[in-house]
């Protein structure tokens, strides 16, 4: 089995900005390096998609049935206001979760600022980014690693994933050492 292995990094953590992947040498670019117009117009897509989990239509359904549980909150249906919550928190999940499709999209999102040398930055499409995606698969590059670029590269998505991911470790770390310390009690 061939082990995955990370993107290269810098002294200092952050991903390097050139590898190479099936003989082909990428460079990361800013994102405001790489955006032509038609970059721009797919990135824009691709960001809601990546940081919510859902298209622009799913996203916006999900905000007009919040609003509509809203408007009855004031109704003698309590209800209503846990569907609220219910649909925020729902919302709020699908910006964390790491689904499949959100791994798909977020290799995509990455191939409009991850390109090869030589590359024309005035033209984006999918059979392009495919075979970028292929390239860094051939490789053995860790999915993970594309998707934290991804999130990077979202307004306001880094620094809750960032934060979700730190309190999910914190939560972990608790429940270790709470089961640690139970033991040892028992153990007394």
Same mark, same amino acid.
């Given at each position: 089995?061939?082990?995955?292995?990370?993107?290269?990094?810098?002294?200092?953590?952050?991903?390097?900005?050139? &590898?190479?992947?099936? !003989?082909?040498?990428?460079?990361? /670019?800013?994102?405001?390096?790489?955006?032509?117009?038609?970059?721009?117009?797919?990135?824009?897509?691709?960001?809601?998609?990546? !940081?919510?989990?859902?298209?622009?239509?799913? /996203?916006?359904?999900?905000?007009?049935?919040?609003?509509?549980?809203?408007?009855?909150?004031?109704?003698?249906?309590?209800?209503?206001?846990?569907?609220?919550?219910?649909?925020?928190?729902?919302?709020?999940?699908?910006?964390?979760?790491?689904?499949?499709?959100? &791994?798909?999209?977020?290799?995509?999102?990455?191939?409009?600022?991850?390109?090869?040398? !030589?590359?024309?930055?005035?033209?984006?499409?999918?059979?392009?980014?495919?075979?970028?995606?292929?390239?860094?698969?051939?490789?053995?590059?860790?999915?993970?690693?594309? &998707?934290?670029?991804?999130?990077?590269?979202?307004?306001?998505?880094?620094?809750?994933?960032?934060?979700?991911?730190?309190?999910?470790?914190?939560?972990?770390?608790?429940?270790? /050492?709470?089961?640690?310390? /139970?033991?040892?009690?028992?153990?007394?």
């Amino acid at each position: 089995m061939t082990e995955l292995k990370p993107l290269p990094r810098q002294n200092d953590g952050n991903f390097a900005r050139k &590898f190479t992947a099936n !003989g082909i040498n990428y460079k990361i /670019l800013s994102v405001n390096d790489a955006m032509s117009i038609e970059r721009y117009t797919e990135f824009s897509r691709l960001s809601a998609v990546v !940081g919510f989990g859902a298209d622009f239509n799913g /996203l916006l359904g999900h905000l007009d049935q919040i609003a509509k549980d809203i408007l009855l909150i004031d109704s003698k249906e309590p209800i209503s206001k846990l569907a609220a919550i219910a649909r925020i928190q729902a919302v709020k999940d699908a910006v964390i979760d790491t689904s499949k499709e959100r &791994f798909n999209q977020a290799m995509y999102f990455c191939s409009l600022f991850i390109v090869r040398d !030589g590359e024309d930055l005035t033209r984006w499409d999918f059979e392009d980014a495919t075979e970028k995606i292929s390239d860094w698969n051939t490789e053995g590059y860790k999915g993970t690693d594309f &998707f934290s670029l991804a999130a990077l590269c979202i307004p306001d998505f880094a620094v809750h994933y960032l934060q979700t991911e730190k309190e999910v470790k914190s939560r972990t770390i608790n429940t270790l /050492l709470g089961t640690r310390l /139970l033991t040892e009690r028992e153990g007394e």
